[in-house]
């Protein structure tokens, strides 16, 4: 089945604070699998699979302030913490986007596993001016479509409860 003709299904996270749509075979992950995928104590807060298992998006709210003119600085340093912890994986450099819910930022790299080579693509957004930390992580054959789907779902995110200003 071609990627848009995928039916999606709309779905609420963070305490209904933002909206995503996925696919409608995506799944939240289960709880054997995240254990599995994120062995670290803090994990992200929600996690969701495709099918075959093999591509997962996530999402965090931070306590973490970030106003919308601040994304860009953010995901440049996020890029460069990323670039220490895994040196030459850096795929695509750190750049701002603006979707319907506010500028995005993001960058992706690169990492070897045994099997195949995974893609991360890191986004952050200002929600209510605290940090949203997303990615979306797919093996490395699947890049442009791991690429064009991710800009889907990055469009059709919306922030739910716009705080008051």
Same mark, same amino acid.
């Given at each position: 089945m071609e990627e848009d003709e995928k039916?999606?299904?709309?779905?609420?996270l963070l305490? /209904?604070?933002i909206s995503i749509s996925l696919p409608e075979e995506w799944t939240k992950m289960p709880d054997e699998m995240a254990e599995q995928k994120f062995p670290y104590l803090s994990k992200p807060q929600e996690m969701y699979v495709n099918?075959?298992?093999?591509?997962?998006?996530? !999402?965090?709210?931070?306590?973490k302030e970030l106003k919308e003119?601040? %994304?860009?600085a953010a995901?440049?340093?996020?890029?460069?913490?990323?670039?220490?912890?895994?040196?030459?994986?850096?795929?695509?450099s750190s750049t701002v986007l603006r %979707?319907?819910?506010?500028?995005?930022?993001? !960058?992706?790299?690169?990492?070897?596993?045994? /099997?195949?080579?995974?893609?991360?693509?890191m986004f952050i957004m200002s929600c209510n001016g605290k940090m949203l930390l997303g990615g979306?992580? !797919?093996?490395?054959?699947?890049?442009k479509t791991g690429t064009i789907f991710f800009f889907q779902v990055l469009k059709k995110l919306a922030?739910?409860?716009?705080?008051?200003?």
């Open positions: 039916k999606w299904k709309e779905i609420c305490d /209904e604070k099918e075959n298992t093999d591509s997962i998006i996530t !999402f965090n709210l931070l306590e003119d601040e %994304v860009h995901i440049s340093e996020i890029q460069r913490m990323i670039g220490h912890m895994y040196p030459e994986s850096i795929n695509k %979707v319907e819910a506010g500028m995005a930022g993001w !960058f992706s790299y690169v990492t070897g596993s045994v /099997e195949q080579d995974n893609v991360h693509i979306y992580h !797919f093996p490395d054959g699947q890049q922030i739910l409860e716009k705080e008051e200003n």
